[in-house]
Structure formats: structure tokens, C-alpha cells
T-cell receptor
Framework: NAGVTQTPKFRILKIGQSMTLQCAQD?????MYWYRQDPGMGLKLIYY???????DKGEVPNGYNVSRSTTEDFPLRLELAAPSQTSVYFC????????????FGPGTRLTVL | DAKTTQPTSMDCAEGRAANLPCNHS???????VYWYRQIHSQGPQYIIH?????ETNEMASLIITEDRKSSTLILPHATLRDTAVYYC????????????WGLGTSLAVNP
């Protein structure tokens, strides 16, 4: 199993540009999450999904959108990039109600200039 | 969800046990204690979790006090590869969306 994969690893955007961060998992997990981590801080939940077709907001959803058309994929969309979105983005997945063991991807480091 | 308090940083000698404390004095009866770690620039990694009994797996042991207001993560024989930030989180089991991440403890394992 590849686990949780994320692309790209690094990206530099200009203010106002858009992009999609890709996340995929091959563990047949129903829960998937997007977090952001600013330097020296803990993770903050952006959006999560409990299954295909179902998504919900986390702590810091403004400026982002998600979709979940399949169990495997959970892309995160930035529509109008702002410097405040400079961060490392982590995708994670887990089984539904069997405890909070979340499996994380390697992260995407995004810089908005 | 209850909040946790952890020391900002700790040191440990290689080969010795690393004992990482966590205070969670407002924990409620249905909240579990979870530990994750994050090695520099990588995604966090699950270590262990428990409710009220002590737990052990291949990575670590978790000791929870009888009143459940604090816990200790024990790495029995720390190696240089255990240098990481360790996060203690309390959350309802199955309430996956409610992991509230603090700043954690930065553990440095020294040769």
C-alpha cells in the first residue's frame, strides 16, 4: 500500500492564482481530512469528509473548497491565493468510528507571493 | 474537547527511556488520550492511545493516572530517530474531526 499520497510536494503561487492540492489514499478509509500547519504551530483542520459525496468545514475553511467524488481522492482547491495561505498542507485519512488513528501524507509546502 | 498542557521541550540521552508528560485536567469520561509525533517536515505519525488503562505497543507505553488528569508517554530506549515533536491530544473516540492540536513537546535525543 502507498498509504496517503499528496501532490505536489512544493508549489509557489502568485497572489490571486488558483490551484488544487491532490490527495489520494489506497487504504479504503472512509474519513479524510485536510490540515494546514504554519511554522512552529500545531495542525489546524480545514475540511474533512466522512465518505464520498459528504464534506464539512473544520476550524479554518475560509479560502478553500473540497470535493469527494470517490473514496480514494480528496482534493483541496485554493481559488484566490493569498499570502496568509502560505503554509504546509497535510492530508490524512482514517477508519470511521474505530478511534482516531489518522494516517498522514508527506505534505505540500505552499508559498504565496 | 479537553485541552492539554505539555512542556515545550525535553532532552534525552540515546538508549535511555524518554518520559513525556501531559496534563489534561479537564478530560471528560468519554475522552481518550492520543499521542502523535512529527519528525521534522514530515506528516504526523500515530503512536498510541488509551482511555484509562495503561497501554503498550511496539513503539511506546502510555501511562494514565487513576484520576485521568495526566498521562506519560514512555519511549523505552530512545534513539536519535525519535527526535521529533510529540503531541498529546484528548478527543472522543470516533470523533475524528475533533483532534485539536497544540504545540507539543520538542524531544531531542542526544548521542
Amino acid at each position: 500500500n502507498a498509504g496517503v499520497t499528496q501532490t505536489p510536494k512544493f508549489r509557489i503561487l502568485k497572489i490571486g492564482q488558483s490551484m488544487t492540492l491532490q490527495c489520494a489514499q489506497d487504504m479504503n478509509h472512509n474519513y479524510m481530512y485536510w490540515y494546514r500547519q504554519d511554522p512552529g504551530m500545531g495542525l489546524k483542520l480545514i475540511y474533512y469528509s466522512v465518505g464520498a459525496g459528504i464534506t464539512d468545514k473544520g476550524e479554518v475553511p475560509n479560502g478553500y473548497n473540497v470535493s469527494r467524488s470517490t473514496t480514494e481522492d480528496f482534493p483541496l482547491r485554493l481559488e484566490l491565493a493569498a499570502p496568509s495561505q502560505t503554509s504546509v498542507y497535510f492530508c490524512a485519512s482514517s477508519y470511521g468510528q474505530l478511534g482516531n488513528e489518522q494516517f498522514f501524507g508527506p505534505g505540500t509546502r505552499l508559498t504565496v507571493l | 474537547d479537553a485541552k492539554t498542557t505539555q512542556p515545550t521541550s525535553m532532552d534525552c540521552a540515546e538508549g535511555r527511556a524518554a518520559n513525556l508528560p501531559c496534563n489534561h485536567s479537564t478530560i471528560s469520561g468519554n475522552e481518550y488520550v492520543y499521542w502523535y509525533r512529527q519528525i521534522h517536515s514530515q506528516g504526523p505519525q500515530y503512536i498510541i492511545h488509551g482511555l484509562k488503562n495503561n497501554e503498550t505497543n511496539e513503539m511506546a507505553s502510555l501511562i494514565i493516572t487513576e484520576d485521568r488528569k495526566s498521562s506519560t508517554l514512555i519511549l523505552p530506549h530512545a534513539t536519535l530517530r525519535d527526535t521529533a515533536v510529540y503531541y498529546c491530544i484528548v478527543s472522543n473516540a470516533g470523533n475524528n474531526r475533533k483532534l485539536i492540536w497544540g504545540l507539543g513537546t520538542s524531544l531531542a535525543v542526544n548521542p
